[in-house]
């Protein structure tokens, strides 16, 4: 899927550079990088703040900690505060609306972009009472309908925390996503579009009080080791993560540039393919000021020929994945945990139907131009 060792040999010296310089000052937790990463991610998105945590789930988990803090004076949401989210996502999403306290209620989705569809958004605010929030969900890098979602927000006064873990770098409208929601929650895990050499996180806001809590909470819930005020983590971003995502955050923009292009590539080439369907870039074709960023480029492919079209490729040395096999609602964790608002037909359809191909932004156009032959090989 992708060739993180091509990759690394294409910034070698900024990395190995920013990785010496880390064992020259030995100063490993809350390191110069870390401000440094901070205060560039924060000028690279708008933002007023922006604090690097320990991975994407933790920066979900204190963004909904620090709301919790904030609306109430309590530690955690209650279970009768419900969270729209939807249920086409990695499982962090959903665990750590549980883990705030607050009790997921999954809306489906909108299967031209698979991201929560804001009509069945309207339609559970109508049914289901005691909504604090919404956690949407960017997927594959496509941003959501924001200006919809934070519309929808304010005429209920629900805050809104974005999932930015797969859409570093995508805009809605000229803005950068994870800058338009109360909070946004990146992470950088290694495959992500900004990944490090292992786990990493960061959450942006503007608002200085959520900013203030999140700090507290990622060292301990408090402003010094011996001034404690809340229940907190031990959730730092890594020095040495750091360094290593400045020197990777000067090729994010030219990475994703490569993604969309080699997208264009698969769009022409799998066009009127049959048996299978492209991605629609929705926002991007009606506004020119949204981008997606495709951290994956999912196809659906023709019931019944996923498995095989799959192990086919897999013969050609071809990865591919399929994201997400399980949706949210479906797992034992959320079964008795979670609310489902009206029925999820959208998300159960894609969950069987979907299959991301291998996206690595430093792809030639030969390899591209291999993968479609082989798919072309199978026969629907
Ligand atoms: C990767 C991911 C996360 C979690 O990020 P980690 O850094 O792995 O903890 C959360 N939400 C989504 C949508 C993700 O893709």
Known sequence: ??????????????????????????KWILGP????????????????????VSSGTDALVLSLRALAIKKGGQEYFDKSDKIITTPFTFTATGDAILRSGAT???????????????NKILECLNS???IVGIVPVHLYGQPCAMDTFMDIAGKHKLFVVEDVAQAFGATWKGKKLGSIGALGAFSFFPSKNLGGFGDGGMVATNDPELADLVRMLLKHGGKDKY?????????????????????????????????RAIAGIYDRKLANFSGIQTPQNVHEITDPHSCHVYHQYTIRVQEGNRTGLQNHLKGQGIDTMIYYPTPL????????RSTISGNIKET??????????????????????YIVQKMREYVF
């Open 1 to 26: 899927m992708l060739d993180l060792k091509r990759e690394y040999e294409y910034m070698k010296a900024d990395i190995d550079t920013a990785i010496k310089r880390c064992l020259e000052h030995q």
């Open 33 to 52: 990088e870390v401000k440094e990463l901070e205060e560039k991610i924060a000028a690279y998105l708008s933002v007023k703040n922006c604090i690097g």
């Open 329 to 336: 609602h479906k797992m034992k964790i959320f079964g008795t």
């Open 227 to 259: 001034n404690v005020d809340h229940i907190g983590y031990n959730a730092r971003l890594d020095t040495l993560q750091a360094a290593v995502l400045l020197a990777k955050l000067k090729y994010l923009d030219e990475f994703n540039e490569k993604r």
């Open 104 to 118: 997921p209620v999954f809306v489906d989705i909108d299967p031209r972009t698979y991201n929560l569809d804001a």
């Open 128 to 130: 289901i009472k005691n």
């Open 348 to 369: 159960e359809q894609a969950s069987t139907e979907v299959l991301s191909l291998p996206i690595d932004p430093l792809f030639s156009t030969a390899e591209i131009t």
